[in-house]
């Protein structure tokens, strides 16, 4: 059973036991607009809260995605890499990023749930 | 991730740290708002960086059908007085003296170095030439040009005039049924004419590669102007984010970026623009320089880049050589929507600025591979007659 978390940094982290899949979320790829490249941390590279772990970049210009908790990069998707439309198609979903082993699930309890998130972007219009 | 992050590629001057209320309108501000322009600080000035369509679709658009762009922010300056065109000439390498009335010539103010302090746009008329000067620039090109004419000479700036660009290939389709006169004005003319009940100063130029127009129009009257032409459903309306990235792709200059105080016109590849008949004799500022440099060429020289892969190279990206030393630097560079690949320009040593020679640029610590390449990165559709 996975549970879905948010950052103030506009990502979105499912958890699944201590894997978790990392994205950007619908408001932040509109924020984007078409995303044109996207730079995705290596395999078996190890993550700490904070850092820099992927870039996005549209035409204008380029973002950097943040690890909103710690871990170990286990998976990444390789296909936004070669389509990166598909992170304004399909954001929360096909267009995710890396996968992450947790190191410090109590990291968690800093994120933001989704009715939270809702309410932190709406502050931001 | 901050979406709002990054480095802003339309950036000029120091608008950094302009608030909001510091900000100065064009006349189409309020219309910008009611598109659902993106406004960010430009220049001093609240401008729409993107409508909702967005910067991809804009840059597309303009490619395939027209696009308004508000660049109202630009200056529009005459000066009148004695023997203008002399006295201009004195300030830029253009021939204006033989020139024919509203022929435009893309020209530079310079410093004694023969730097460049501003691009610009002079249109000689019977009594004044016109000028078009950079948003950014256009205060010191004003004081600049106060200062090195003679006191006769009057610098009149044009503050209640709008400008609007209408580009690309159905650009003269929409206006021609507003002006019918337009569809035969040829590349870099300029004149005055009644479009629409509306008396304007139309130009077929631009900063996009394409075909199209420029039209000074009363700022009183510009929101009804462009309200008409976006009516006609090729046009829509373009942001400063696709005018930066369709210039790009032009394989034109940006000032502040691809040219500044500290590059002169040869370096930057513009040697074209310094006039056949002003090579002999020089008289404008920094001539000494300039002409040595034309005979003898420069050490380094303005290039186009294109990237293998999708990576963006952007300002401020080194560029290295096989051995690693770095040699140049990137000055403007994005994806380009239209070329389909990273597109950029930079400066590069003569020896290594041929076309089709390889280069790296290092983006985020990763050596990326370029080509040296022939500029523009797309054709450019311009109108000869």
């Known amino acids: 059973m996975s549970k879905t978390y948010y950052s103030d940094e506009h990502e979105w982290i499912a958890v699944d036991g201590d894997n978790a899949t990392i994205g950007i979320t619908n408001y932040a790829q509109e924020q984007l607009g078409d995303v ?18 992927a870039v996005v970049e549209s035409v204008k210009a380029a973002s950097e995605v943040y690890a909103a908790v710690s871990g170990e990069v286990t998976e990444v998707n390789g296909a936004v890499e070669e389509e990166p439309g598909k992170v304004n198609e399909d954001p929360e979903n096909e267009g995710w990023f890396f996968k992450l082993k947790l190191s410090d699930s109590s990291e968690l309890d800093a994120l933001m749930d989704e009715a939270a998130y809702k309410k932190f972007i709406e502050g931001l219009d | ?18 608030t909001k209320e510091d900000l100065a309108r064009t006349p189409l501000h309020a219309l910008h708002l009611e598109l659902g322009g993106r406004m960010v600080p430009f220049a001093g000035y609240d401008m729409p960086v993107q409508y909702p369509d967005g910067i991809m679709t804009e840059h597309l658009h303009c490619r395939s059908a027209a696009g308004l762009f508000d660049v ?16 201009v000439e004195t300030l830029l390498p253009a021939d204006l003296v033989n020139s024919e009335e509203g022929r435009m010539h893309y020209s530079f103010l310079l410093n004694d170095k023969g730097g460049i302090l501003d ?10 030439v016109f000028m078009v000067l950079n948003a ?5 090109d004003i004081a600049h040009l106060k200062a090195g ?19 690309g290939p159905e650009a003269a389709a929409v206006l021609s049924e507003l002006a019918p006169e337009v569809a035969t004005m ?8 009644e479009i629409a009940g509306v008396p304007c100063r139309i130009s077929r130029s631009g900063y996009t590669g394409e075909d199209g127009y420029e039209i000074s129009v009363p700022g009183d009257q510009a929101e009804a102007f462009a309200r008409k032409l976006l009516a006609d459903q090729r046009v829509k309306p373009i942001g400063l984010g696709a005018r930066d990235s369709l210039r790009l792709e032009a394989g034109l200059c940006l000032y502040g970026h691809d040219i500044d105080e500290t590059t002169t016109p040869i370096e930057a590849a513009l040697t074209w623009a310094i006039a056949k008949s002003r090579r ?38 080194e560029l290295v050589n096989a051995a690693g030393d770095v040699v140049g630097t990137v000055t403007s560079g994005s994806y380009g929507p239209s070329a389909e690949a990273p597109v950029a320009m930079g400066y590069l040593p003569r020896e290594l600025s041929e076309p089709g020679t390889e280069i790296k640029a290092v983006v985020r610590g990763r050596e990326r591979p370029m080509k040296v390449a022939k500029m523009p990165f797309v054709e450019r559709r311009y109108y000869r007659g």
């Open chain 1, 36 to 53: 044109v490249f996207v730079e995705l941390p290596d395999v078996g590279k190890s993550l700490s809260k904070g850092d820099e772990a």
């Open chain 2, 1 to 18: 991730m901050s979406p709002y992050g990054g480095r802003a590629h339309c950036h000029e001057g120091s608008d950094v740290t302009d």
């Open chain 2, 72 to 87: 109202s922010h630009m200056g529009q300056v005459r000066v009148k007085g004695p023997d203008v065109r002399r006295a």
């Open chain 2, 119 to 128: 691009d610009l746009m002079a249109t000689p008329f019977s009594d004044h």
């Open chain 2, 136 to 140: 950014a620039c256009k205060q010191s």
């Open chain 2, 149 to 167: 004419l003679p006191a006769d000479c009057e610098v009149v700036e044009e503050n209640d005039k709008a400008l609007l660009a209408l580009q």
């Open chain 2, 186 to 193: 040829s590349f870099m003319t300029m004149r005055d004419l």
């Open chain 2, 280 to 317: 002999a004799d020089g008289g404008f500022p920094g001539d000494s320089i300039i002409l040595k440099q034309i005979a003898e060429k420069t050490p380094r020289r303005r290039v186009g880049l294109i990237g293998e892969g999708r990576a963006p190279v952007r300002e401020g990206a």
